[in-house]
């Protein structure tokens, strides 16, 4: 099992910046993939951003070029650094562990972002 616990949500203006974090525990070694998806109000869950244990980072079109995902040092913390924040960026944000073999599906709890004036 692993066990996924997401921080760094908040309050901010068009235009600004927030950093994710996802600090993941449990089954690291069996992780095929790393990611971040997103749910905006009243709308399905979306992809934001993957990192396989093994390939290249992929980004949605809509947050290319303005959100960067990464691993901590200890590889068992990704973080999601989001700059130049938009209106349509506000949802509930979900660290999300994809495991080898089986590909089921380990989700954090969220952490809610909203971009404002």
């Known amino acids: 099992q692993v066990q996924l616990v997401e921080s760094g949500g908040g309050l901010v203006q068009p235009g600004g910046s927030l950093n994710l974090s996802c600090a993941a525990s449990?089954?690291?070694?069996?992780?095929?993939?790393m990611a971040w998806f997103r749910r905006p109000p009243g709308k399905a869950r979306e992809l934001v951003a993957t990192?396989?244990?093994?390939?290249?980072?992929k980004y949605a079109d809509s947050v290319r070029g303005r959100f960067t995902i990464s691993r901590g040092h200890a590889k068992n913390t990704i973080w999601l650094q989001m700059d130049n924040l938009k209106a349509e960026d506000t949802a509930v944000y979900y660290c999300?562990?994809?495991?080898?073999?089986?590909?089921?599906?380990?989700w954090g709890q969220g952490t809610q972002v909203t971009v404002s004036s």
């Open positions: 449990g089954s690291m070694e069996s992780i095929e993939r």
């Open positions: 999300n562990a994809r495991m080898e073999v089986t590909l089921y599906n380990y």
């Open positions: 990192m396989p244990s093994a390939g290249a980072i």
